[in-house]
């Protein structure tokens, strides 16, 4: 034998057993009745505790001992964070995990008079594991679906041993279970539905509700959070009106505004619920129903659901006794009934122990079988009699056979509003939905009511009905005639404002709303549009903040849905009143925000049929625009659009240009550290005018995919814009100190994590744009080239090579670096489907000129300043990226009247030629020193390392020449070169087994383009800094 607690907890464990065997299918599985007599000991176990006394007796504590069979090892529970209830779908295993995380998370202590009654009330029983017990339970729910026998069995015992351990369960355990019961409907079988909402209307809910030492504050938090969930569940998993009365009853009895619930339902649940929630809605609340029939909805064909009779042992004739009173005391409801609480009793049995336990009884009500729409007090003298207010109090009831009594709004407040004093009781009654014509109607009631309404009218019950088609009788097109009504009445009284400035959280909403105006001549759409702005622009100052992102992603919805291409007489209304509107925005819009609504709003706007009208709001969408780019969060795709539709829809140059040109300006300004961009704006600005001239930006941690590959295909004219500043863009790219700066200027508005990777990214992106507009400039004569770059073809002679010249020359093979970056940039992302080559392959012998400068020049320059001493590794890279611009211009397509064959190897002979200019000089410059030897041998197996990885072809061709260079001065290298060295070599000789055919691979070629953008650009980086500590910039 051995301690209660321990037979208590070895149980526990072997339920668990029984979890895993039936989860993992371990022989011998067991059936649900097998698990079914276990839970018996559980529910004779917590009986026998509260048929005693409650208090602890440790000394009787071993009369309740249990032989241990057998020890078994507990299942670890998974724990799930979610604590509120998802209303638009049901998923049961995670709606179960809410018990978890809220036994995790509970407080372990809580003020309050109330919680410390509970406490010491829990503090009575023996120390058991309840709550481990009830987290068992729960997960055992999740076997009754898969089990072949005995889920009847298992579904009541979970239910019965629940009902048992609901005295000992914590307030918020308590709140949670009703959810986390009727989230069955889901899984469990049809046969089961029954028991599932009778224990949850006559056990899980009253004593959720009741037994919660919280009552005095009304429904506990989650079981009125939850209540619309729970009345979706039953609709979605239960087609019987029957079980949606007994629940929905059950919730009026204790909970206001039911209606609410309701309409959170019609508004959120999905399409099967609909019918059955606008049925009850019309069947408690038959003032609601709107006259004339509704075919799918002209009624609920109401059940009523079975009374409970008296569950006194002692009760006679109990059968033919329908409860009136509920027991919630556990001792009592043992005691007399030998069942756990609540306890239902008769009229008779109720006053034999009314003397004793008055505090104990709650009152019961029958089902309300029938629901009167005119007032039921016998003598009501109103002259309207329409009921309106629903009461569940037994002050009412009680005289109205034992059923919720109707009232009309007089007899309501006669009745109700002489509940003064202490001793007064509180009637719980249920109210009808204010008039939303009239000042009752507060915010939350009209939002809830019109979302409901919505979801209605946007529903199309016949195949092929359009959205703003009325069928009469349909319920869509009574719901859209509803809407008409309401707003043409309440438009003059701010409601669009109002609900204009709400969070909508439906997409369909305003769009549906839209359509339902769009043909009504009181009050369209557009009119609608145009009191709206009026209502705004009268306030004394626009919304900010938060309501205003809410109000301007409403108006952008709800002008998306309107005919904004047809003609009307409100046009040039509306458009005067956006400039009102636009001048004040960018004072309260909040920074660092998403403000794409802004820029949906003006596309809308730029589609008006009157141009005169669009065109006087140029400048206020230009000093919006510049506001979105200076200080928002924007999509890269209604900025193209928008600047798009500009040039479009305008015929005069400057108008057509407008808002194209202030984009790019904005660029400009960013790019002359005049104004701080974010960098991701900055970037983004760069691809609008990589766009339009025909190709993108590589994908980064800054610049996503997502951001750039589905941009509208319209022409901008960015590039038209940008011509004239080409010059500028290669000085930026030119000046090795822009990066530093453009790092200390943005610091502010820069991402901590882009710091190291942004420079790279931008310089390399206005290359492309540098590149694609010379490569299109050149023709025939290279006559972009020689503009843009006059030194090219005309590198220093031999005698003017000095510390001038060589200095000039670092900077353009840094310039050239760049250029032939953005170049290659281009082909990878594009595969050679379009060419870009902004440097002749006939300027290699002069850029080899060049080269041979910096090689020749570098032994003495070198240790002049710390910016020549990087002028080697300049040099190396240029070297590396001309000889793939070679070989990526013999992928490339031939222009016209060029034979494809002959430009390949052209383009082949043209970099096989450049190496033989540019050798000598590396042999010269190894010949000085041994520091040099390993220096140039380093840059040359760096070299080497970047082309094979690109799989070059010229790199095959110059292998033989490049490992004699470096094998002769073998014994110079440290240990890591040599390791570097004949890893190459081993390549070299598997690559020539395996006979791979030679050629950049696109994927390794954008790895590589990376990896260069990022060292060229912290070379510059570390350049500038180390010289900025000696000369001032």
């Known amino acids: 034998m051995s301690t209660k607690a321990e037979q208590f907890a070895s149980k526990i464990r072997y339920l668990q057993e029984y979890h895993n065997r039936v989860q993992h299918n371990i022989y011998p599985v067991p059936s649900g009745t097998d698990i079914a007599n276990t839970l018996k000991y559980f529910s004779q176990t917590l009986l026998s505790i509260l048929s005693r006394t409650g208090r602890k007796e440790t000394q009787e504590a071993s009369n309740l001992a249990v032989p241990m069979t057998m020890c078994l090892f507990p299942v670890p529970f998974p724990l799930t964070p979610s604590l509120r209830p998802q209303v638009s779908s049901i998923n049961p295993t995670v709606t179960r995990s809410l018990l978890y995380s809220v036994l995790r998370d509970a407080p372990s202590g809580r003020g309050g008079q109330g919680q410390q009654s509970r406490d010491a009330q829990l503090s009575e029983y023996p120390s058991l594991d309840y709550q481990g017990l009830y987290v068992t339970l729960v997960t055992l729910l999740d076997l009754v679906p898969l089990l072949q026998h005995g889920q009847h069995d298992l579904g009541q015992s979970i239910f019965y041993t629940t009902t048992c351990l609901l005295p000992f369960l914590s307030d918020d355990i308590l709140s949670t279970l009703p959810y986390t019961m009727i989230s069955t409907l889901a899984t469990f079988p049809p046969f089961l539905h029954k028991d599932i909402i009778e224990y949850l209307s006559t056990s899980f809910l009253p004593m959720a509700i009741l037994g919660s030492t919280r009552r005095e504050g009304g429904v506990p938090a989650y079981v009125n959070l939850s209540a619309s969930s729970m009345l979706m569940i039953a609709m979605q998993y239960t087609s019987n009106p029957v079980y949606h009365c007994q629940l929905l009853e059950c919730l009026m009895k204790h909970k206001q505004e039911v209606w609410k619930d309701l309409l959170y339902v019609i508004s959120y649940g999905p399409s099967q619920v609909k019918p059955p929630a606008v049925q009850m809605l019309f069947h408690y609340w038959p003032n609601l129903k709107p006259p004339g029939a509704i075919s799918e909805y002209r009624g609920l064909q109401y059940t009523a659901w079975n009374p409970i009779h008296c569950q006194h042992i002692e009760c006679h004739n109990a059968i033919n006794k329908p409860a009136v009173k509920m027991c919630i005391d556990p001792t009592l409801s043992v005691a007399l009934g030998d069942k756990p609480p609540p306890l239902y009793i008769c009229e008779e049995c109720s006053q034999r122990i009314a003397g004793d336990h008055p505090d104990w009884l709650v009152d019961v009500l029958l089902p309300q079988a029938e629901i009167s729409a005119i007032c039921q007090k016998k003598n009501c003298s109103s002259h309207v009699r329409r009921a309106v207010v629903t009461c569940f109090s037994a002050g009412c009831c009680g005289r109205h056979g034992n059923r919720p009594v109707r009232y009309c709004k007089r007899c309501h407040v006669n009745h109700h509003s002489s509940e003064v004093g202490a001793a007064a009781e509180t009637h719980l009654y249920q109210t009808s939905p204010p008039p939303i014509n009239t000042r009752e109607c507060g915010a939350e009631e009209l939002v809830c009511t019109v979302e409901a309404v919505i979801r209605l009218a946007s529903s199309n019950n016949f195949p092929g009905q359009a959205e703003s088609m009325l069928i009469p009788g349909n319920a869509a097109g009574v719901a859209k005639q509803?809407?008409?009504?309401?707003?043409?009445?309440?438009?003059?009284?701010?409601?669009?404002?109002?609900?204009?400035?709400?969070?909508?959280?439906?997409?369909?909403?305003?769009?549906?709303?839209?359509?339902?105006?769009?043909?009504?001549?009181?009050?369209?759409?557009?009119?609608?549009?145009?009191?709206?702005?009026?209502?705004?622009?009268?306030?004394?100052?626009?919304?900010?903040?938060?309501?205003?992102?809410h109000c301007l992603d409403n108006i952008a919805t709800f002008m998306e849905a309107l005919p904004m291409d047809s003609p009307s007489n409100l046009w040039t209304t509306i458009c005067n009143q956006f400039q009102t509107f636009l001048a004040k925005l960018p004072?309260?819009?909040?920074?660092?925000?998403?403000?794409?609504?802004?820029?949906?709003?003006?596309?809308?706007?730029?589609?008006?049929?009157?141009?005169?009208?669009?065109?006087?709001?140029?400048?206020?969408?230009?000093?919006?625009?510049?506001?979105?780019?200076?200080?928002?969060?924007?999509?890269?795709?209604?900025?193209?659009?928008?600047?798009?539709?500009?040039?479009?829809?305008?015929?005069?140059?400057?108008?057509?240009?407008?808002?194209?040109?202030?984009?790019?300006?904005?660029?400009?300004?960013?790019?002359?550290?005049?104004?701080?961009?974010?960098?991701?704006?900055?970037?983004?600005?760069?691809?609008?005018?990589?766009?339009?001239?025909?190709?993108?930006?590589?994908?980064?941690?800054?610049?996503?995919?997502?951001?750039?590959?589905?941009?509208?295909?319209?022409?901008?004219?960015?590039?038209?814009?940008?011509?004239?500043?080409?010059?500028?863009?290669?000085?930026?790219?030119?000046?090795?100190?822009?990066?530093?700066?453009?790092?200390?200027?943005?610091?502010?508005?820069?991402?901590?994590?882009?710091?190291?990777?942004?420079?790279?990214?931008?310089?390399?992106?206005?290359?492309?744009?540098?590149?694609?507009?010379?490569?299109?400039?050149?023709?025939?004569?290279?006559?972009?080239?020689?503009?843009?770059?006059?030194?090219?073809?005309?590198?220093?002679?031999?005698?003017?090579?000095?510390?001038?010249?060589?200095?000039?020359?670092?900077?353009?093979?840094?310039?050239?670096?760049?250029?032939?970056?953005?170049?290659?940039?281009?082909?990878?992302?594009?595969?050679?489907?379009?060419?870009?080559?902004?440097?002749?392959?006939?300027?290699?012998?002069?850029?080899?000129?060049?080269?041979?400068?910096?090689?020749?020049?570098?032994?003495?320059?070198?240790?002049?300043?710390?910016?020549?001493?990087?002028?080697?590794?300049?040099?190396?890279?240029?070297?590396?990226?001309?000889?793939?611009?070679?070989?990526?211009?013999?992928?490339?397509?031939?222009?016209?009247?060029?034979?494809?064959?002959?430009?390949?190897?052209?383009?082949?002979?043209?970099?096989?030629?450049?190496?033989?200019?540019?050798t000598p000089s590396i042999l010269q410059l190894m010949a000085h020193n041994k520091v040099m030897v390993e220096m140039v041998c380093l840059h040359v197996i760096s070299l080497m390392e970047a082309l094979q990885e690109c799989n070059s072809t010229i790199f095959v061709k110059l292998i033989p020449m490049w490992l004699p260079m470096i094998q002769s001065n073998l014994k110079h290298l440290s240990a890591g070169l040599q390791l570097r060295l004949q890893a190459i070599q081993n390549r070299v000789n598997h690559q020539s087994l395996q006979g791979q055919a030679p050629g950049a691979l696109p994927l390794a070629l954008r790895k590589w383009l990376q990896c260069t953008q990022f060292k060229m650009a912290q070379v510059e980086i570390q350049s500038s800094e180390a010289a900025s500590q000696f000369y001032p910039m």
């Not at 104004?675 to 980064?700: H, K, M, W, Y």
């Not at 822009?738 to 310089?763: I, Q, V, Y």
């Open 587 to 918: 004072s309260v819009l909040p920074l660092k925000c998403p403000v794409d609504s802004s820029l949906r709003i003006i596309i809308c706007l730029l589609k008006i049929p009157t141009t005169n009208a669009t065109r006087s709001l140029l400048e206020p969408f230009s000093k919006l625009v510049s506001f979105v780019i200076q200080y928002g969060v924007f999509s890269l795709s209604y900025l193209v659009e928008l600047c798009g539709l500009c040039y479009r829809t305008f015929n005069k140059e400057r108008d057509k240009f407008y808002m194209s040109r202030i984009v790019v300006m904005e660029l400009l300004q960013a790019l002359k550290f005049k104004s701080p961009l974010p960098d991701t704006n900055l970037l983004l600005l760069v691809q609008f005018v990589c766009a339009d001239i025909g190709t993108r930006l590589a994908e980064s941690t800054i610049i996503q995919k997502h951001m750039i590959s589905s941009l509208p295909v319209c022409s901008t004219a960015a590039m038209e814009c940008m011509r004239q500043y080409t010059s500028e863009l290669l000085d930026f790219i030119a000046d090795m100190h822009t990066l530093t700066k453009l790092k200390s200027h943005m610091k502010a508005c820069c991402h901590p994590l882009h710091e190291d990777t942004f420079g790279g990214n931008l310089k390399v992106g206005l290359a492309q744009v540098a590149a694609m507009e010379i490569s299109k400039g050149n023709h025939r004569d290279n006559k972009a080239v020689v503009r843009y770059l006059p030194w090219l073809y005309h590198p220093p002679s031999a005698m003017q090579q000095g510390p001038k010249e060589f200095i000039e020359c670092v900077s353009h093979i840094r310039q050239l670096s760049w250029l032939l970056l953005g170049s290659l940039t281009h082909c990878a992302l594009f595969q050679g489907s379009t060419a870009c080559m902004p440097i002749p392959l006939d300027a290699g012998s002069h850029i080899a000129d060049h080269l041979i400068v910096i090689l020749i020049g570098f032994p003495e320059q070198s240790k002049t300043s710390v910016l020549h001493m990087c002028s080697l590794f300049h040099a190396f890279m240029f070297a590396q990226l001309w000889t793939i611009y070679c070989e990526q211009a013999a992928a490339a397509p031939a222009l016209q009247n060029q034979n494809h064959n002959e430009f390949s190897s052209s383009a082949i002979l043209t970099g096989l030629e450049f190496w033989s200019r540019v």
């Open 482 to 549: 509803f809407l008409r009504c309401m707003f043409h009445q309440l438009a003059p009284n701010g409601i669009l404002p109002q609900l204009f400035q709400s969070n909508i959280k439906d997409g369909s909403f305003l769009r549906t709303l839209a359509s339902s105006l769009v043909d009504f001549n009181d009050l369209s759409s557009v009119a609608a549009l145009n009191m709206l702005l009026e209502g705004l622009n009268n306030k004394k100052s626009l919304p900010a903040g938060g309501t205003m992102l």
